[in-house]
């Protein structure tokens, strides 16, 4: 399995409370990304990273937003959580590189209540 | 819109049998596919990727077929195992670079009954 560990696994938080995911990789790949899963959409991109400091937004980026301080960590805000931002977060990871794969983490639960 | 569709939600095939799983595209600057198979409770694991080079790839009991003038493609399970009752997303993208950067399909659930 790739190196990803996302924490926390689960979390439930109230409507305009802030929340950060954190996503840390241990195979030092340049990439990384933040997808949500809904029902009737498979994933979506939210937000990804080519670098540190490096970042752009994704498919659904309203509400949300990112850091890369460090190689290894990606973090995902939700500045004021708000129902519709309750999901399943996957962090993934990819390389440098032509036609090469990404790889996904076990996913944080967040419910919004 | 949707530029990745899998219209079957689901499948049911017995045990032995092949399982066919479908995926429709419709922006013809993609060029890599990938399958993703996902259990409950954890993250999409990578099956079997193929780029628009080529219009077949095979990996054990995992072929992937690519049509790019219909831009279809679909996954084969041969032969298919209980163990594989999963969803499996179809996923698309600009091989290039950042290839992580993925459009995915809304996913079929397959079932393989014993």
């Known amino acids: 399995d790739a190196g990803i560990t996302q924490s926390p696994r689960h979390k439930v938080t109230e409507t305009g409370t802030p929340v950060t995911l954190r996503c840390h990789q241990t195979e030092n790949h340049r990439y990384m990304y933040w997808y949500r899963q809904d029902p009737g959409h498979g994933l979506r991109l939210i937000h990804y990273?080519?670098?540190?400091?490096?970042?752009d937004k994704g498919e659904v980026s309203d509400g949300y937003s990112v850091s890369r301080s460090k190689t290894e960590d990606f973090l995902l805000t939700l500045e004021s959580a708000t129902s519709s931002q309750t999901s399943v977060y996957f962090c993934?990871?990819?390389?440098?590189?032509?036609?090469?794969?990404?790889?996904f983490g076990q996913g944080t639960r967040l419910t919004v209540v | 819109d949707q530029q990745v569709k899998q219209n079957s939600p689901s499948l049911s095939v017995q045990e032995g049998r092949i399982s066919i799983l479908n995926c429709d595209y419709t922006n013809s600057m993609f060029d890599y596919f990938l399958w993703y198979k996902k259990y409950p409770a954890e993250g999409p694991t990578f099956l079997i990727s193929i780029s628009s080079i080529k219009d077949k790839n095979e990996d054990g009991r995992f072929t992937v077929f690519l049509n790019k003038s219909a831009k279809h493609l679909s996954l084969h399970i041969v032969p298919s195992q209980p163990g594989d009752s999963a969803v499996y997303f179809c996923?698309?993208?600009?091989?290039?670079?950042?290839?992580?950067?993925?459009?995915f399909g809304q996913g079929t659930t397959l079932q393989v009954k014993p």
């Open positions: 993934a990871i990819s390389e440098e590189g032509q036609y090469t794969e990404a790889f």
């Open positions: 996923a698309a993208t600009r091989g290039s670079s950042n290839t992580g950067k993925l459009i």
């Open positions: 990273s080519y670098g540190v400091k490096d970042t």
